[in-house]
């Protein structure tokens, strides 16, 4: 009997060591033993080996840098141009003869506007612009009312001075060639103050006559040379061409017609 409660103490022992080594307790059990008992020691459990984690975790490598794909250039926008030129009227052409005359008069009065007494000088300018010489040829001229002619100056010919009527025969002016001739006169007391200057000198010659006025007459207006565009079809202006057109209208006109004529046929038909 003593025997077994021996065991059953020794095993008692045995099983709470057991326990403490899997709790982790490392204390000293001290078990009192009988006498003749040895007791059988027991292993101490292995010492944990302890892996040092790494004080600071090394970052992760960058990600790639992603290469960007070429973007697709989207097709240009084709923008259909009407067919269209442009046509620049030009002046007409002036057809000069081979051989004439062309007599041009310039009239000039200083002062234009005059009060009595004052000096007023008229000058003439004749010039044949021409290729052809200009035969027989004679100035005339009548000054106003309210001038009083006293001199008159010609590099060529001999003037003739008549009241208020002045001429000069010139005899002949060759192309490209001008002659200037100067009347002088004054203003008549009793003439209103502020006075126009007015005159009218005409040029006569073999074959032709010419003239001019002070003051000169308004240049005719010559309107302004603008670019026309011609556009025989306009399909990107809103419109239609003319071709589209037609064939449209052959096509309304088409199913018209075969809309009638099946109409007829299907109450033909129905009737029948």
């Not at 620049?88 to 051989?99: L, W």
Request: aromatic share 6%; glycine share 8%.
């Amino acid at each position: 009997m003593k025997g077994n409660a021996l065991r059953v103490f020794s095993w008692t022992v045995a099983m709470a060591v057991i326990l403490a080594m899997g709790m982790g307790l490392t204390a000293v059990v001290a078990v009192p033993v009988a006498a003749g008992f040895t007791p059988t020691p027991t292993p101490a459990p292995p010492t944990p080996t302890m892996t040092p984690r790494p004080a600071t975790p090394s970052p992760p490598p960058p990600p790639p840098t992603a290469t960007p794909l070429p973007s697709e250039t989207p097709p240009p926008t084709l923008t259909p141009t009407p067919w269209c030129y442009t046509v620049t009227p030009g002046p007409p052409p002036t057809e000069t003869p081979a051989y004439a005359v062309h007599i041009v008069v310039d009239v000039q009065m200083t002062p234009a506007v005059a009060d009595p007494g004052d000096h007023v000088r008229m000058t003439v300018t004749i010039r044949n612009e021409g290729n052809a010489p200009a035969t027989h040829l004679v100035m005339r001229t009548t000054l106003a009312d309210e001038l009083l002619p006293f001199a008159v100056q010609t590099p060529r010919g001999i003037p003739a001075v008549n009241g208020q009527d002045i001429s000069v025969a010139l005899g002949t002016l060759d192309g490209g060639e001008e002659v200037v001739i100067t009347i002088e006169s004054v203003v008549r007391s009793g003439v209103a103050p502020g006075q126009g200057m007015h005159a009218t000198v005409s040029v006569t010659y073999d074959g032709g006559e010419a003239g001019g006025t002070f003051p000169p007459p308004p240049p005719t207006p010559v309107p302004p040379t603008l670019d026309r565009p011609i556009c025989p079809f306009l399909p990107e202006s809103g419109g239609h061409s003319a071709p589209s057109s037609l064939w449209s209208d052959l096509l309304f006109a088409s199913a018209t017609v075969l809309f009638i004529v099946g109409a007829a046929l299907w109450r033909r038909t129905r009737r029948s």
